[in-house]
């Protein structure tokens, strides 16, 4: 089974930018739909971002359209999640979910990463 590895969570100011990694351990990510979720203290898990294919459409939560941008780099076998413009109520753990069915990662039933902390102070 697939297993997501996040990367490039920290601490930022309102206003800043961060960039997510998530590869997939021993697998090559070509094979993947992918999908971002975070989860922000005493909430519950929400969607952020998806695409299926390479090529794939992709997907956003009305509350990070025009800030959040989803995409791959194949040759870095990486999927990255690009967050500009960040906000205080962005703070969360964002996981990485990987399927090879895209309705499964945007119902979050894939194979899903340990998380990695984004904090954003204003």
């Known amino acids: 089974q697939v297993q997501p590895v996040e990367s490039g969570g920290g601490s930022v100011q309102a206003g800043g930018s961060l960039r997510l990694s998530c590869a997939p351990s021993g697998h090559t990510l070509t094979r993947y739909a992918v999908a971002w979720f975070r989860q922000a203290p005493g909430k519950e898990r929400e969607f952020v971002a998806a695409?299926?294919?390479?090529?794939?459409?992709?997907y956003y939560a009305d509350s990070v359209k025009g800030r959040f941008t989803i995409s791959r780099v194949n040759a870095n076998n990486t999927a990255y999640l690009q967050m500009n413009d960040l906000k205080p109520e962005d703070t969360a753990v964002y996981y990485c979910?990987?399927?090879?069915?895209?309705?499964?990662?945007?119902?979050?039933?894939?194979?899903w990463g340990r998380g990695t902390q984004v904090t954003v102070s204003s």
């Open positions: 979910c990987l399927d090879k069915y895209p309705s499964a990662v945007v119902a979050g039933t894939g194979s």
């Open positions: 695409f299926s294919w390479t090529d794939g459409p992709t």
